[in-house]
């Protein structure tokens, strides 16, 4: 069945994913992240999908959060509950096996700036806003926020931005870390679909496993982690990929990936 909330087209190995709400500044209701699971989990296997943009309709908003609604009859089980469903979902999104970039096209708060962080890169519009807001709600992040944003730009901004609330605008967000990348609002998708075709044309075996070796600095300690690196760059070197591209080097022309072990 058609999704409700969103959209999917899948061209030369990019699936760009709009999340269209746009009346409700495209926030996370139930019917919404229940579309996005099933997506994405559809996205992970599907063979002819190297990259995945995820954008909001409109230009108002990326994503205004989970849907405000949905929050007053929660008890402290269901809450729990309800944290963990958007949680998986953001989880499946930062582990696809694929990169995802965010193309953040106006406010990401409250969920859509933890959605934000579970994507691979952010690439902000100029209008982008992104904020922790939920202390407003006398509630906390509760899709991952209060972790990813440590990780990512350090526990002093995430302190400040979960413990105020306050919106920061793009190009703050690029001075912290929090944004790869700023461009003009009309610039947004072809930037994001710029970077998704540089990565395409890569082997996507050695795509894949980079991916997943730098997600997994969040769970090893070093050596953990330097001993990941070295299987998985073994596993890279014996693909047919790998005979390709040094192949290619040495003859002074573009690689043509199999992406095949
Ligand atoms: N959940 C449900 N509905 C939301 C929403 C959310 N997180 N964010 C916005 N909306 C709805 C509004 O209720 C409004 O609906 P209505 O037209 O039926 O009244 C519509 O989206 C437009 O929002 P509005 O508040 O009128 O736009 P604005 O430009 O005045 O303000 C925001 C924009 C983003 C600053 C404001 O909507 C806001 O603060 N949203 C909540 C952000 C938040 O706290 N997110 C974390 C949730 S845990």
Wanted: aromatic residues 6%; hydrophobic residues 40%; contains cysteine.
């Amino acid at each position: 069945m058609a999704a409700q909330y969103l959209t999917c087209d899948i061209e030369n190995k990019i699936a760009l994913v709009t999340i269209n709400r746009p009346d409700k500044l495209n926030a996370l209701n139930a019917t919404v992240k229940k579309e996005m699971r099933d997506l994405f989990e559809e996205l992970k296997t599907n063979d002819d999908v190297y990259v995945v943009i995820l954008t909001g309709a409109g230009e108002k908003s990326f994503v205004a959060g989970t849907d405000i609604g949905e929050l007053i009859e929660l008890d402290e089980q269901s809450g729990k509950e309800f944290a963990k469903g958007g949680r998986d979902i953001f989880t499946l999104i930062e582990n696809l096996g694929k990169p995802v970039i965010g193309a953040i096209n106006g406010f990401a708060l409250g969920g859509g700036c933890e959605l934000a962080l579970a994507c691979t890169l952010r690439i902000a519009s100029d209008t982008a806003r992104f904020g922790q807001p939920e202390v407003n709600l006398g509630i906390i992040p509760g899709y991952g926020g209060t972790q990813r944003l440590a990780r990512l730009v350090g526990k002093g901004i995430a302190h400040e931005m979960i413990l105020t609330g306050n919106h920061i605008d793009a190009n703050e967000a690029y001075r912290i870390g929090l944004v790869n990348k700023v461009v003009p609002q009309a610039q947004l998708i072809e930037e994001a679909k710029s970077i998704a075709a540089t990565i395409a044309k890569k082997g996507q075996i050695a795509i894949r496993f980079a991916l997943k070796a730098v997600n997994m600095t969040d769970e090893t300690n070093l050596t953990e982690g330097l001993e990941l690196e070295a299987s998985l760059f073994g596993k890279c070197a014996a693909t047919e990929d790998s005979k390709e591209g040094a192949k290619a080097f040495l003859e002074k022309r573009k690689p043509e990936f199999a992406n095949k072990f």
